[in-house]
């Protein structure tokens, strides 16, 4: 069994490496993984050190618009899990170049690839930004879509591609849509370990707007169990959400950051809100969790105080990309 994970040294990717390469999914007990990342800014080997050593992984550095290296690493593989991506809403609005040429073109080479190799199962994970924005209710799979940031247009896009790769040729593909991830190893210009870095550093948190505006947070260990779970048994062509069921407003995770570190309101700026900021996020897990037979398994509470203890204790990990972060910010 041979895997290829695209954008495995990233957050989510390189999580879900190191569940299979520590046995956590018993399908892929003794499969080999191909790593292949392009590691932009927010990329690191280092997400992959606690299994640098096994001799079941190799990694690639490389692009997933390279139409030649992808046909390359295409042959022999039966699974591919697709995480790699431009995933931040804020620098797809400054720009969105990057996102249109990596989310869309990308996924689309990957695609035309994994066709021409005969690859045995294809999933695409996604977002459930693509619904855009539900005052009430969840969104199910065949809600429209309707996007609101060119980031999460770019996604949508590629859910599109991937679907009419098994439409028309019959490509064994399943896309997943995830709600807001948490957990170790996450980039820190992603709200919690933007607040919890700038919180443990002594300095203050940006809130936007009113602070109202609701997301539904999952552990990335739940989102790799799930993502898995449509791996070994989803069908193809479906789509499945995955969400984690606690729905805070911003400004009540804010205080609960707050309270995980030990400070005050005085820490929190308030900042002028972003564009387009969509109000709330809601996924249906009914089909996944009858399907599948899925269910969140991290308590949130217990996850933020992990997380937050694991940013205290890992300084020397995210140091260096706050640095990095403000250079590509310049």
Sequence with gaps: MRVLVTGGAGFIGSHYVRQVLSGQYPTLSEADVVVLDKLTYAGSEANLAPVADSPRLRFVRGDICDAVLTRELMHGTDLVVHFAAESHVDRSIAGSTDFVVTNVVGTQTLLQAALEAGVGRFVHVSTDEVYGSIEEGSWTEDH????????????????????????????????????????????????????????????QVPLYGDGLNVRD????????????????????????????????????????LL???????DRVRPVEDRKGHDRRYSVDISKISTELGYRPQVDFDAGLADTVRWYSEHRSWWEPLKDRAALVER
């Design 144 to 203: 429209v879509l309707e996007p609101n940031s060119p980031y999460s247009a770019s996604k949508a896009a590629s859910d599109l591609l991937a679907r009419s790769f098994h439409r028309t040729h019959g490509l064994p593909v399943c896309v997943t849509r995830c709600s807001n991830n948490y957990g170790p190893y996450q980039f820190p210009e992603k709200v919690i370990p933007l607040f919890v870095t700038n919180l443990l550093d002594g300095g």
């Design 217 to 256: 947070w999952l552990h990335v260990d739940d989102h790799c169990r799930g993502i898995q779970l449509v791996a070994d048994g989803g069908r193809p062509g479906e789509v499945y959400n995955i969400g984690g069921g606690t729905e805070l407003t911003n400004r009540e995770l804010t205080e609960r």
């Design 259 to 265: 309270a995980a570190v030990g400070a005050g309101w």
